[in-house]
Structure formats: C-alpha cells, structure tokens
C-alpha cells in the first residue's frame, strides 16, 4: 500500500510540474504546448477536443506564450467541471498585429453574475475568468466571452510585440 500511495505521489507531482510550466512550451512554443494539452485534455476527458492552429506559427514573446497557454487551460477546465460539453476547440489565429485564440464548447453556458462578477449564489466562481482577463490586460490584451444555454466562445487577444522571434 505503501509503494503505491508513493507512486502516486510521484505522479502527481509530475502533473502539477506539468501544469506550472509545461516543457513543450520551452521546446516547441504555443502550437506544440496546446496541440500536446489539449490531445491529453480529450484522452482524460472523453470530450471531443479539435485544435487549429496555424502551421507557420511565429514564437511570440516568453510571457504572452505562457499566458495564452494558461487561458487555454483554464478554459479546457471549465469546460470539463462545469459546461458538460461533448466537444472543445481550440483555435489559434496571427494577424499582424495580434494573436487570437478561440475557445468554444457546446455546453449549457456561463450564468450571468459569474460574468459579471457580481456577488450572488455563485461566490467564489469565475475567480479563473477575473485571473485571465488581468493577465491579459498585462500585455495590453484584452478577454472577451461570449455566452448562451448553447455554448461558450472565449477569446484572448493580445498585441505582437516587436522584436518576436
């Protein structure tokens, strides 16, 4: 009993290591990081997860690759604990000026006064949507959500800087 409560351990520990800073980020930048996330998000799910992304993908700089990958994960999990979707996609854009990732599920929506962030029943939900929209607003990006009993859109934009890789 012993060996396998230490065996779990270990393997959680390497989950966390995983999601504080996921190494194909550093390896094979957004694309690969989110290809790679949400290919394991679907395999432990069971959600039909799509990914599309562009296939000559510039590296954008350090910070606005980690926080874009970060909205990625926080959407995919709340499309998993809360939307009870059957379906995720993940699209990733580059214009010249921006970056744009797109989330969507076909789950049964976000309640009002989460997004709005008013006090209500749901105290303490969409701290993750306040956390993403001030990481965001740190690179001068801006999170918009769009959201019906139908399903959820989420949208991350954020500026190129210059001097990206």
Same mark, same amino acid.
């Given at each position: 009993?012993?060996?396998?409560?230490?065996?779990?351990?270990?393997?959680?520990i390497?989950t966390?290591?995983?999601?504080?800073?996921?190494?194909?980020?550093?390896?094979?930048?957004?694309?690969?990081?989110?290809?790679?996330?949400?290919?394991?998000?679907?395999?432990?799910?069971?959600?039909?997860?799509?990914?599309?992304?562009?296939?000559?993908?510039?590296?954008?700089?350090?910070?606005?690759?980690?926080?874009?990958?970060?909205?990625?994960?926080?959407?995919?999990?709340?499309i998993?604990?809360?939307?009870?979707?059957?379906?995720?996609?993940? =699209? %990733? !854009? /580059?214009?010249?000026?921006?970056?744009?990732?797109?989330?969507r599920?076909? $789950?049964?929506g976000?309640? &009002?006064?989460?997004?709005?962030?008013k006090?209500?029943?749901?105290?303490?939900?969409?701290?993750?949507?306040?956390?993403?929209?001030? =990481? %965001? !607003? /740190?690179?001068?990006?801006?999170?918009?959500i769009?959201?019906?009993?139908? $399903?959820?859109?989420?949208? &991350?934009?954020?500026p190129?800087?210059?001097?990206?890789?």
């Open positions: 009993d012993g060996l396998a409560l230490l065996e779990n351990c270990a393997h959680e390497r966390l290591a995983y999601v504080l800073h996921p190494p194909g980020l550093d390896e094979t930048g957004l694309a690969g990081a989110i290809r790679l996330y949400a290919a394991g998000f679907g395999e432990r799910t069971g959600i039909a997860t799509r990914v599309e992304l562009p296939g000559d993908l510039d590296r954008l700089e350090e910070t606005a690759e980690l926080v874009l990958f970060r909205v990625v994960q926080e959407c995919l999990g709340n998993h604990r809360h939307a009870h979707s059957p379906t995720a996609s993940v =699209r %990733l !854009r /580059q214009e010249a000026a921006v970056v744009e990732l797109e989330i599920d076909e $789950g049964g976000i309640p &009002a006064q989460i997004l709005d962030g006090p209500g029943p749901h105290v303490g939900l969409g701290v993750g949507i306040r956390g993403m929209r001030e =990481r %965001l !607003r /740190q690179l001068g990006g801006r999170l918009t769009d959201s019906s009993p139908h $399903g959820t859109t989420v949208r &991350a934009i954020v190129r800087q210059s001097g990206q890789a």
